[in-house]
Nanobody, 117 residues
């Protein structure tokens, strides 16, 4: 069974930092592209950062320069270091995975809430 479990969300003041984690199980983690998505109030869910199995990384413009995605293949864990947080970053953050041959992410965690005030 595939499982993705996020943690690390919380409440923080603007300008602060949070580090999200996502522990995965049920598949060969180092072969799967991984990503972080978020659902912010009034907006559609958006992909904000992704890391492929070869380590290539991409970011949405809204988080570029502030957020850093990384993966620890030995620990089956995905991270998102979030710095210089803004109120617009408030939302539910989701970890996602997809099989290498898929174009859409099809495995999702339950989400972790981030609130920036």
């Amino acid at each position: 069974e595939v499982q993705l479990v996020e943690s690390g969300g919380g409440s923080v003041q603007a300008g602060g930092s949070l580090n999200l984690s996502c522990v995965v199980s049920g598949f060969v983690y180092n072969e799967y592209p991984m990503a972080w998505f978020r659902q912010t109030p009034g907006k559609e869910r958006e992909g904000i950062a992704g890391v492929d199995s070869d380590g290539s990384i991409s970011y949405a413009d809204s988080v570029k320069g502030r957020f850093t995605i990384s993966r620890d293949n030995a620990k089956n864990t995905l991270f998102l270091q979030m710095n210089s947080l803004k109120s617009d970053d408030t939302g539910m953050y989701y970890c996602a995975a997809r099989e290498p041959w898929q174009t859409e992410y099809n495995y999702w965690g339950q989400g972790t809430q981030v609130t920036v005030s």
